[in-house]
């Protein structure tokens, strides 16, 4: 037996798994809960929303179309839609910054912002 591989396994075993647990955190930092659900039409933000107060609203896009926001229990989800593929519909429920339901058809982005209240991309 190779005393000395072993251990050096050992190192590099010790360092992956730190490396592993630095790279969650950091995600972990980067997702944090929402605060605000904000609904963007065409690229502009349209309405903001408290993510901690149940809601259930139908948006109005372009065209006279309509998908139906739901926000209930922290998360925000389009319960309906008239969109012909209704992605938007099947996409899971969010609730941490960063994630998005997004209806291409009717140029719907429905986005979770944090803490720092909601930051304008444009
Ligand atoms: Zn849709």
């Known amino acids: 037996m190779d005393k000395k591989r072993i251990r050096n396994d050992l190192i590099l075993l010790a360092s992956i798994l730190l490396a592993a647990l630095a ?8 997702q944090r809960p929402g605060k605000y659900v904000v609904v963007e039409i065409d690229g502009k933000t349209s309405a903001v929303y408290p993510l901690d107060t149940d809601l259930r ?4 896009t372009e065209g006279g179309h309509v998908n139906t926001l739901v926000i209930s229990e922290g998360r925000a ?7 012909p593929d209704k ?3 099947k996409q899971r429920a969010i609730s ?6 997004i209806c291409l058809p009717h140029k719907l982005v429905i986005r979770i912002a944090g803490e720092g209240g909601v930051d304008t991309v444009s």
Do not use: F, H, M, P
């Open 23 to 30: 790279a969650w955190g950091v995600l972990k930092l980067a």
């Open 57 to 60: 609203l139908d948006i109005k």
């Open 77 to 83: 989800y389009v319960e309906s839609a008239d969109c």
């Open 87 to 89: 992605l938007c519909v």
């Open 96 to 101: 941490r910054t960063g994630e998005t339901v």
